[in-house]
């Protein structure tokens, strides 16, 4: 029988712990994004439908905040530097005569690129613009709200649609810009903001309020 040394049994099970939890994990792994999800509640689809419509309500205000507390040239020239097609926004290509497993699909993909943006935006707001309490909290409560969102979609499309896995797209994080292209982006992304929650409201409700 060989001897092993003290400590050296411990240090084995230690490297061989850290290996096992850096091998991939198997195919059949339970998707994150289903993770731990149950039964939706009753009222998720009138739920998700209310807060489109409170995001549609609130969108072009605090748009024209942010354009205000930016000053110029942004306020002054604004089709020229916040134009939205400079951003990475999701095509929203989804209509009335749409199923409801894309429309549902379709938002996700919005309110997850539009999560990640808020951040960007919030954080450069509040080095940019401290005291502009009104701004502030419109960015903090549209966040809030889109979350919200998030939750109840993904609860829909795990539990109703069997979706388990959306390819989303994220912004370009603004860390090391300078302070004009941090408004820039920032005015890009909620001009198409604007755009595109008009257009949930308007052709996607009657199927939310169906779901």
């Known amino acids: 029988m060989k001897f092993i040394p003290a400590g050296v049994v411990p240090l084995l099970l230690m490297i061989h712990c850290r290996l096992v939890v850096g091998k991939a994990l198997p195919v059949n792994t339970p998707s994150p994004m289903c993770e731990n999800m149950h039964v939706c509640k009753p009222n998720v689809a009138e739920q998700t439908r209310k807060l489109v419509v409170l995001l ?16 110029d040239p942004f306020s002054s020239h604004l089709d020229e530097l916040c134009n939205a097609n400079g951003t990475n926004f999701p095509d929203f290509h989804v209509n009335r005569t749409s199923h409801k497993k894309e429309i549902m699909v379709a938002l ?9 943006s808020l951040g960007n935006i919030t954080r450069d707001q509040e080095e940019l613009n401290p005291t502009a309490k009104e701004l ?76």
């Open 136 to 211: 502030l909290e419109r960015l903090h409560n549209t966040t809030k709200t889109t979350r919200g969102l998030i939750s109840n979609l993904t609860c829909l499309l795990c539990t109703n649609y069997k979706v388990s896995q959306v390819d989303v797209t994220y912004g370009k994080s603004s860390k090391g810009m300078n302070v004009f292209k941090k408004k820039q982006q920032g005015c890009q992304v909620l001009r198409r903001y604007v755009q595109v929650i008009s257009q949930a409201a308007q052709v996607l409700l009657p199927h939310l309020s169906q779901a």
């Open 108 to 116: 996700y993909k919005v309110f997850a690129f539009l999560n990640a």
């Open 56 to 71: 549609n309500a609130t969108a072009q205000d605090l748009f024209s905040i942010y354009l205000d507390c930016q000053g």
